[in-house]
């Protein structure tokens, strides 16, 4: 089985699938490992399982278009570099992407070494991506609201009283807690509370996340959010970004 290294793992989202094969091919051959999709919603799942070092973004999609893609990954703290690419030529569509949060504007057609060169560089000067679920030694103290979650001392506070919270609950949450506006699959957080704790995660995924609500209770806010068909979300804001999420698709 072929081991996908994040640091080299390019997402193309792009409605035209001979565009995506041409662009893949390319990146392929340059080493990335590469994961298409077609629209915002075949992007969330692919981030929701795997470590994605940059994203390849076309502005004309079905559905959602990828201006507000781009926002939406930006409002919800995702930070994995962006590329635009895209048919769209004006100064006005450059301007307003990078204004959105993409590190980057290239027109099509493309020259493919100025492009991999782009990529080279906008790498060079990002932080190692890890998998959603693989140990870490940063973003050990989360704060939101009032709550305070210390990943290091295994505590969470609520207007600094100590909650108490099981070993499995802390494995689920503390993945979460590091990846903010990151959708996660229900079987890597899965993966994660079995590796830690087999008794505690008899009662299933479900009823800790049931538990952990309880925990995170603060009015009319939410900290973790069901996304469908894919698993479970931590907003720090506590607002709903699930309608955002997965947007109607237009009908032809």
């Avoid at 001979?18 to 990146?27: D, T, Y």
């Avoid at 080493?31 to 940059?54: H, K, P, T, Y």
């Avoid at 998998?131 to 609201?145: C, D, L, T």
Wanted: with cysteine; charged share 25%.
């Amino acid at each position: 089985m072929k081991t996908v290294r994040g640091d080299r793992a390019i997402a193309i989202v792009d409605g035209d699938p001979f565009a995506r094969e041409l662009l893949g091919s390319h990146l392929l051959q340059e080493g990335f490992d590469v994961f298409e999709a077609n629209d915002g919603e075949s992007l969330s799942v692919i981030l929701s399982r795997r470590a994605i070092a940059l994203i390849v973004l076309e502005l004309l999609l079905p559905g959602e278009d990828g201006l507000s893609i781009c926002r939406r990954l930006r409002a919800t703290g995702v930070r994995i570099p962006i590329i635009i690419l895209s048919t769209k030529a004006q100064d006005a569509d450059r301007i307003a992407g990078l204004t959105m949060g993409a590190d980057d504007y290239v027109r099509k057609p493309f020259n493919p070494r100025e492009l991999r060169a782009r990529i080279d560089a906008i790498l060079r000067r990002s932080p190692p991506r890890e998998e959603p679920w693989a140990p870490s030694i940063s973003n050990e103290v989360a704060r939101f609201g009032p709550f305070h979650f210390n990943m290091g001392t295994r505590t969470l506070r609520k207007n600094g009283r100590i909650l108490n919270i099981t070993t499995a609950q802390f494995a689920i949450f503390k993945v979460l807690a590091r990846h903010p506006g990151q959708p996660l699959s229900r079987d890597k957080l899965a993966q994660v509370a079995r590796c830690r704790e087999h008794s505690a995660f008899d009662r299933g995924l479900d009823m800790q996340i049931s538990h952990l609500r309880k925990l995170l209770e603060d009015g009319s806010l939410s900290y973790i959010q069901t996304i469908r068909g894919v698993g479970y979300m931590f907003v720090p804001s506590g607002k709903s970004e699930v309608a955002c999420l997965f947007p109607k698709r237009a009908r032809v």
